[in-house]
Nanobody, 123 residues
Framework: QVQLQESGPGLVKPSQTLSLTCTVS??????????WSWIRQPPGKGLEWMGV???????YYSPSLKSRTSISRDTSKNQFSLQLTSVTPEDTAIYYC???????????????WGQGTQVTVSS
């Protein structure tokens, strides 16, 4: 059973970079066809898919966040990470990492989810 755990600062100042890491256990991030996504949920709003890194290291981003988002991985640690630059209070949300077993990165196709981590953007 694949398990995911988010980690990172819970408070980020405006204009700074938000950095989160997802540690994966029970499976390898290089396993064929798996995709590894970052998803967030602002207070009072729905889930928003942010981007994905696939088993072959290809990345795809939400058009609305592409200019500020970067996803990378560390295969030696079986982790993948999110960086979101130039944050504002509107980036305050619960951030989730999630995985799909079959090349999809649609929200409704996620097979595994982390528990989520609250990130607040405030001075």
């Amino acid at each position: 059973q694949v398990q995911l755990q988010e980690s990172g600062p819970g408070l980020v100042k405006p204009s700074q970079t938000l950095s989160l890491t997802c540690t994966v256990s029970g499976g390898s991030i290089t396993t064929s066809y798996y995709t590894w996504s970052w998803i967030r949920q602002p207070p009072g709003k729905g889930l928003e898919w942010m981007g994905v890194i696939a088993y072959d290291d290809n990345t795809y981003y939400s058009p609305s966040l592409k200019s500020r988002t970067s996803i990378s991985r560390d295969t030696s640690k079986n982790q993948f990470s999110l960086q979101l630059t130039s944050v504002t209070p509107e980036d305050t949300a619960i951030y989730y990492c999630a995985a799909n077993k079959g090349s999809s990165y649609r929200l409704e196709h996620m097979d595994y989810w982390g528990q989520g981590t609250q990130v607040t953007v405030s001075s």
